[in-house]
């Protein structure tokens, strides 16, 4: 790509720069797409879990993840930046959650 040739452009209230009437100005190299991390297809969704062991887990980490919010709120980041990053089970929906958000099959009354 060419360097920019400044002689074709005339200044704008200080702020920046536009073309002199008539000139055109060669944008094509200020914006580069990185091409390497676009997909053809979303994702796939994450596969829900159950068991006794998820719920215990979930159930722990939720409370202490909302007293790691309260002690980031209240100042103490070092505290409450790991008491929020105690990790929860992927995919896992509670059984409350799915009396709330019944899937297809599932029984309702």
């Not at 094509?28 to 994702?43: N, R, Y």
């Not at 979930?58 to 930046?81: C, D, K």
């Amino acid at each position: 790509m060419a360097p920019l040739d400044t002689s074709k452009l005339t200044p704008l209230n200080t702020s920046g720069l536009i073309p002199s009437e008539g000139s055109e100005l060669d944008v094509s190299g200020l914006v580069k797409l990185d091409t390497s991390k676009l997909t053809a297809a979303p994702p796939a969704p994450e596969e829900e879990t159950g068991g006794f062991g998820n719920a215990f887990l979930s159930g722990f980490a939720t409370p202490v993840q909302a007293i790691g919010r309260t002690a980031r709120a209240f100042g103490a980041e070092t505290i409450g930046g790991a008491l929020e990053s105690v990790p929860t089970p992927k995919g896992y929906v509670s059984a409350g959650e799915r009396l709330i958000n019944p899937k297809e099959g599932d029984f309702t009354i």
